[in-house]
């Protein structure tokens, strides 16, 4: 079956420094989405990508869409302690999650 | 305007038992999904409910079963409950059937199973 991977599981980083977490697919997806997973809370939609090499912006987080459907990543510049939490990627008519990426910031 | 609601927070129940699940969708939605999250994992899809039927299913027996009702809201029964079973359990509501649409989660439910 359809199966979606992040890498890596925790990245510590210092307050100011970038952090990327990167999505794969075991097939093409016809979107992806992302979310944020506070400690303790529950995920909460970020953005979704449609269309082959997207790329979109939230103020300090860039999102892509690899032009194959296939691949992921998520970039945050100059990382802040609100930026604390797990980002999980999720793909594909069910919305089949990755195990997610656990950011902590030091600050 | 209400989001995602769910109840019980939290449920502590023996193996072999059998509990039931409530979830509120945002209002204006129409779609619920179930999710199951093991702590340290991501959410593992169960099923979506749409027009009152199951629509969609992931990879869980038939313990797994749910339910939606007119108003849109959603239940989800799980029957003879193994330790196994002892996760966060997340309803989430969209809007249509088309899995393009960004899901909205409520604050889940913890069960344990001892």
């Known amino acids: 079956g359809q199966q979606v991977m992040q890498i890596p599981q925790y990245q510590h980083v210092q307050e100011g420094e970038d952090f990327t977490t990167y999505c794969n697919s075991s097939t093409t997806l016809s979107n992806i989405q992302w979310y944020k997973q506070r400690p303790g809370g529950h995920p909460v939609f970020l953005i979704q990508?449609?269309?082959?090499?997207e790329v979109k912006k939230q103020k300090r987080l860039t999102f892509q869409f690899g032009e194959a459907k296939k691949n992921s990543s998520l970039h945050i510049t100059a990382t802040q302690t609100t930026d604390v939490g797990t980002y999980f990627c999720a793909g594909g008519g069910k919305l089949i999650f990755g195990q997610g990426t656990e950011l902590s910031v030091k600050p | 305007d209400a989001g995602v609601t769910q109840s019980p927070t939290h449920l502590i129940k023996t193996r072999g038992q059998q509990v039931t699940l409530r979830c509120s969708p945002k209002s204006g939605h129409d779609t619920v999904s179930w999710y199951q999250q093991a702590l340290g994992q991501g959410p593992q899809f169960i099923f979506q409910y749409y027009e009152e039927e199951e629509r969609q299913r992931g990879n869980f027996p038939d313990r797994f079963s749910g339910h939606q009702f007119p108003n849109y809201s959603s239940e989800l029964n799980v029957n003879a409950l193994l330790l196994g079973d002892s996760a966060l359990y997340l309803c989430a509501s969209s809007f249509g059937l088309e899995g393009s649409y960004e899901q909205y989660f409520g604050p889940g439910t913890r069960l344990t199973v001892t």
């Open positions: 990508l449609v269309k082959s090499g």
